[in-house]
């Protein structure tokens, strides 16, 4: 079965330093994985995914599967960076049916 | 013009009661699902439909039972309330997953349910 960790449950930042979330998977197949951002008072929303290798908000993830892992990193972190991150996999083809995997969430806290 | 929306927003209720919590999308999607995300804010599904059809069905209780009367609605009812109840629903809908592309899932803004 499939499996997210995200080791680090509260992180803090000062604004303008790096951030790195970092998320681990465990998954014997050939994985999907995504980042998704809950803001406070905001629904839970897809940051970005592993497949488009896009930057979003300054954020960028690298699917590393030798290391099975997936952090979500930014070089200057802002204070509006402030939320819920979620690392989600999903398994990919088969009779999966889009089933996302989520990891215990990080809440990213940037101070001023 | 909210594009996955849930009522109520807040459940207060008693232990041994029956509710339920409705779900609606627009966005034309033929997928939804049901997440809970407990006290640790740990999000798991729950269950999920295609086009009306249970399709996930994780580990869940019997008294947890979704109803999808069409592709734009999931409503979850729950019978015989429990303390352990107490989560935050999420419904979250998306394109066909039978379809083998890539499928962003849109989520609703969670129903605080508080068992008492």
């Known amino acids: 079965a499939q499996r997210v960790t995200q080791p680090e449950k509260l992180l803090s930042v000062f604004k303008g330093a790096p951030v790195e979330l970092k998320c681990n998977y465990s998954y014997s197949g050939s994985p999907e994985l995504f980042w998704y951002v809950q803001y406070s008072r905001q629904r839970l929303q897809l940051l970005l995914r592993?497949?488009s290798r896009e930057s979003i908000k300054g954020f960028t993830a690298d699917l590393n599967k030798g290391e099975t892992s997936f952090h979500l990193k930014k070089p200057f972190a802002q204070e509006e960076d402030s939320a819920m991150y979620y690392c989600a996999l999903r398994t990919a083809g088969g009779t999966s049916y889009g089933k996302l995997t989520f990891g215990q969430g990080t809440i990213l806290t940037v101070h001023p | 013009d909210t594009a996955v929306s849930q009522t109520p927003k807040y459940l207060v209720t008693q232990m041994g009661n029956d509710k339920s919590i409705k779900c609606e999308q627009n966005l034309g999607h033929d997928t939804m699902y049901w997440y809970k995300q407990d006290s640790k804010k740990f999000l798991k599904i729950m269950f999920s439909y295609n086009n009306k059809e249970l399709i996930i069905n994780e580990t869940v209780p019997n008294r947890f039972s979704p109803k999808s009367p069409d592709k734009a609605h999931l409503n979850l009812h729950i019978n015989s309330l429990e303390l352990g109840d107490s989560a935050v629903y999420f419904c979250a809908s998306s394109t066909s997953v039978t379809r083998s592309s890539y499928n962003e899932q849109f989520f609703g803004p969670g129903t605080r349910l508080t068992v008492l």
């Open positions: 592993h497949i």
